[in-house]
């Protein structure tokens, strides 16, 4: 079936270090990968996005890696801000392509 | 920037009664849906909808929901007989195409049912 999972439900970071949000995805089938950010209160926002014909892309201060051998999705934040504090969910298209299914969260904490 | 905006923010209501939640979702999308989220979890997809019709539905969406574009700008989720259970944030989302495109959330409608 399928599910979008992530490692770890909290990561607390210092403010200027690089921060890294795990996602593991069930489907080998998945092509297409997208992370949101969600603040208090609000909706999910996107942050960066990536298709199945790439290991790598690379946005403002963050970077998706994709390892489709181990179904794994990461998200690297560079130079963590207090104003990257939010839950991070990773998502993928679903089998019929028509909806995106998410992954649970990884809530980051940023202190200074 | 364009936005879709969802109304109201927070809507308390009886069990067993029918509530609606209104979105409007951005102007030249052409894909609209629904998602939940109960506290502290994932979201959740309910319902996609596109060219006026359901195109597809989470084992989520039973016959108590159901969705309508009833004026080609808004786009509102109806709950017949609201549960406990369905106490939840309610986010709509759009987006231009089917391909790989991300979609855009509102900013959610708090449901809770007491």
């Known amino acids: 079936g399928e599910s979008v999972g992530l490692h770890l439900p909290t990561l607390s970071v210092q403010e200027g270090d690089n921060s890294i949000i795990n996602c593991a995805y069930s489907?080998?089938?998945?092509?297409?990968f997208i992370w949101y950010k969600q603040e208090s209160g609000k909706g999910p926002q996107f942050i960066i996005d990536?298709?199945?014909?790439?290991d790598k892309r690379q946005g403002q201060r963050v970077t998706v890696l994709l390892n489709k051998t181990v179904k794994h999705l990461s998200l690297q934040i560079a130079a963590t801000q207090p104003g990257d504090s939010a839950v991070y969910f990773c998502?993928?298209?679903?089998?019929?392509?028509?909806?995106?299914?998410f992954g649970k969260g990884t809530t980051l904490s940023v202190s200074s | 920037e364009p936005e879709v905006t969802q109304t109201p923010s927070h809507q308390v209501t009886q069990m067993g009664q029918e509530v609606i939640l209104r979105c409007v979702p951005i102007?030249?999308?052409?894909?609209f849906y629904w998602y939940r989220q109960i506290l502290g979890q994932k979201v959740e997809f309910l319902v996609s909808?596109?060219?006026?019709?359901?195109?597809?539905k989470s084992e989520i969406f039973d016959d108590q929901f159901s969705v309508e574009r009833p004026d080609g700008s808004n786009f509102t989720l109806k709950i017949r007989s609201t549960k406990l259970e369905d106490s939840a944030m309610y986010f709509c989302?759009?987006?231009?195409?089917?391909?790989?495109?991300?979609?855009?959330f509102g900013q959610g409608t708090r449901l809770t049912v007491v």
């Open positions: 489907n080998s089938a998945s092509d297409y």
């Open positions: 990536i298709r199945s014909n790439m």
């Open positions: 989302a759009s987006r231009t195409t089917m391909g790989d495109t991300e979609a855009f």
């Open positions: 909808f596109y060219n006026n019709e359901i195109s597809e």
């Open positions: 998502a993928e298209k679903n089998q019929a392509g028509t909806a995106l299914i």
């Open positions: 102007s030249n999308h052409l894909y």
